[in-house]
């Protein structure tokens, strides 16, 4: 409620605030609400009285709750805090709830022993992670790796309509205690950095190249190992693993082996790379000779020289070795090859795309040999 007090000075408005037992505090900016009830009590409390006794008692209220004008703040505040003849509480003008609260709460003795017994987190801990694992995407292929290698997963994240058709990975996931996340499509995209994500991701640990020694170990009698230098578009890498699969090739000589487990690749494979195998050398040119000693033909290809493709007879252990998309094979990787190979056509354009070409190759390989 609001008086008046009427001095030399002109007009002073004062504002009593009451806390009601039990009942709804009043707004804290406006100084109005609280249950009707609280309301009806504090109407009755300052109803009329003899003018005597209202003369009195305003006079009293002036001089008890009205500070002068040009009073201090701190006179202000004390006169705000003193209590009244009618029961109001104590109240400091700290506790007032016009209190304005310039800077966050100071947090109390247990949760800054919390935050000091919270374990550090080592960046180059979670870099060398980082390095360790990859994000593979699309239906086939997360299908096909987790029926290969489950145990590589990570973490996974899928859209709600995808998820009848993974209940086997879902039921997987719970059990081992491995976390996943159905979400919204945008959220999906930004875990697994593309729009063509095809409903889920899977954060996996790579896997490591074998050594060329390890693979001629366990080399079948009838044996195409693929051979690819600095081809890196994933596309491309892609399309020739799931080339590898239908013609069963199983390894692939590459420079870099963490570059078939790419997200992009892995896709493109359409559930591919599970059948291959990464296969590293010390060098390009030191595995190329490794297989040699070991009675592989090395076989090159070219678009303007070599055998015709149809009327060659290719081995049953060879290494076929393809090039870079741009510039094809360098002179060092032609010149260890045994056998040319060239792919008849048209000739109205140059030379085919390098999975295209390895499509066809691995073809006749496959139709002679298997």
């Known amino acids: 409620m609001n008086d008046e007090f009427k001095g ?34 504090d109407n009755r409390r300052s109803g009329p009285r003899s003018s005597a006794r209202n003369n009195e008692e305003g006079g009293r209220s002036g001089a008890r709750s009205s500070a002068p004008r040009g009073a ?64 593979v995407y699309g239906e086939n292929a997360c299908q096909a790796l987790f029926l290969s290698r489950p145990e590589s997963i990570v973490r996974a994240w899928f859209i709600q309509s995808v998820t009848p058709r993974f209940r086997e990975t879902l039921r997987w996931l719970a059990a081992n205690r491995k976390a996943y996340h159905v979400v919204e499509d945008a959220e999906l995209t930004k875990a697994s950095g593309t729009e063509h994500h095809g409903g889920v991701c899977f954060i996996i640990k790579k896997r490591m190249g074998m050594p060329v020694t390890e693979w001629l170990t366990k080399a ?14 994933p596309h491309n890498l892609g399309g020739i693993m799931r080339s590898c699969a239908h013609f069963g090739v199983k390894g692939l000589l590459v420079n870099d082996a963490s570059l078939l487990e790419s997200g992009a690749a892995v896709r493109t494979a359409e559930g591919g790379a599970e059948h291959v195998q990464a ?65 008849g056509g048209t000739g109205n354009v140059e030379s085919l795309n390098v999975s295209v070409a390895t499509g066809i190759l691995l073809a006749e390989w496959w139709r002679q040999n298997a």
């Open 220 to 233: 079948p009698t009838k044996d195409c190992v693929l051979a690819l230098e600095d081809v890196s578009n």
């Open 279 to 343: 296969i590293s050398g010390e060098s390009f040119a030191d595995g190329l000779e490794a297989f040699r000693k070991a009675g592989y033909t090395i076989v090159t290809t070219s678009s303007h020289e070599g055998t015709p493709l149809a009327k060659a007879e290719l081995p049953a252990k060879m290494v076929l070795v393809l090039g870079q998309e741009s510039e094809g094979l360098s002179d060092s990787a032609f010149q260890q090859g045994d056998l040319s190979l060239s792919i």
């Open 72 to 135: 201090s703040n701190t006179e202000r505040g004390r006169s705000f805090g003193r209590r009244d003849d009618r029961g109001d509480d104590n109240r400091s003008f700290g506790d007032s709830p016009w209190r304005t609260v310039s800077r966050p709460p100071v947090a109390d003795d247990n949760q800054l022993d919390e935050a000091a017994n919270k374990p550090v987190i080592d960046p180059e801990q979670i870099r060398r992670q980082r390095q360790e694992e990859t994000r």
């Open 8 to 41: 030399k000075s002109g007009k002073v408005k004062v504002m009593y605030v009451r806390d009601e037992e039990g009942g709804q505090k009043p707004n804290p900016r406006t100084g109005k609400g609280g249950r009707p009830a609280a309301r009806q009590e």
